[in-house]
């Protein structure tokens, strides 16, 4: 497709379980962002890359929360031992550079921890 | 703390009125600015933007102000029609290229 897409879209688990989140961008987009937005409040931001590198980690809300890109491509957002207040939509978004250009949304995965 | 504040969570307009939504910013060195609507379950998809040397941009019913002497951004709609109605979110991005974004404003233009 030729939007940014992500996996899975719904994911339910229980309260100490890993999750990884998928991400694929628009082809040729060498910037990707995370974030996320639980209920009630807005956009975070967690996390983004230039290429594979990740210049700054510092949104990321605990050590619990990781991040990789490979190839310049895909991206895996990794939440260890997940708590409740995990439960979100996280987004990621794509774009050309972190220069003067937009960011592309993908439709998010909606995250539920019981 | 929270960089980009959309203060009013919702607004409700009659069709064929405007729509002004505002966004406030405590980052004087933000440098781009952009304006994203949000229906539910979709992703935010981008509406308008304004960089920080100009002070106004339109691009058909959509308008974006910038007044940067009081760090405020409002996107005028106008006129308003019920598909507008979406959740806005303000964005504005930093010199390191991070992006900082509103709570969000759900509009309702009712028909």
């Known amino acids: 497709g030729a939007g940014v897409s992500q996996s899975p879209s719904n994911k339910v688990t229980e309260k100490g379980k890993d999750v990884e989140l998928r991400c694929d961008p628009i082809?040729?987009?060498?910037?990707l962002y995370w974030y996320r937005q639980s209920l009630g409040q807005g956009l975070e931001f967690l996390i983004y890359?230039?290429?594979?590198?990740?210049?700054?980690k510092s949104g990321l809300p605990s050590d619990r929360f990781s991040a990789e890109r490979t190839g310049g491509s895909v991206s895996t957002l990794t939440i260890q031992r997940t708590q409740q207040e995990d439960s979100a939509v996280y987004l990621c978004?794509?774009?050309?550079?972190?220069?003067?250009?937009?960011?592309?949304f993908g439709p998010g995965t909606r995250l539920l921890v019981l | 703390d929270q960089q980009v504040k959309q203060n009013s969570p919702s607004l409700s307009v009659q069709e064929g009125r405007i729509s002004i939504l505002n966004c406030d910013y405590t980052?004087?060195?933000?440098?781009?600015f952009l304006w994203y609507k949000k229906y539910p379950a979709e992703g935010p998809t981008f509406l308008i933007s304004?960089?920080?040397?100009?002070d106004k941009n339109e691009d058909g019913r959509f308008t974006v102000f910038l007044n940067k002497s009081a760090k405020h951004l409002s996107l005028h709609i106008v006129p308003s029609q019920p598909g507008d109605s979406a959740v806005y979110f303000c964005?504005?991005?930093?010199?390191?290229?991070?992006?900082?974004f509103g709570t969000g404003t759900s509009l309702t233009v009712i028909p």
């Open positions: 304004i960089s920080s040397i100009k």
């Open positions: 978004a794509s774009s050309l550079g972190t220069s003067l250009t937009l960011q592309y």
């Open positions: 890359f230039q290429g594979n590198s990740a210049p700054d």
């Open positions: 980052n004087s060195m933000f440098d781009y």
């Open positions: 082809s040729g987009h060498t910037a």
């Open positions: 964005a504005a991005r930093s010199r390191g290229g991070q992006f900082y």
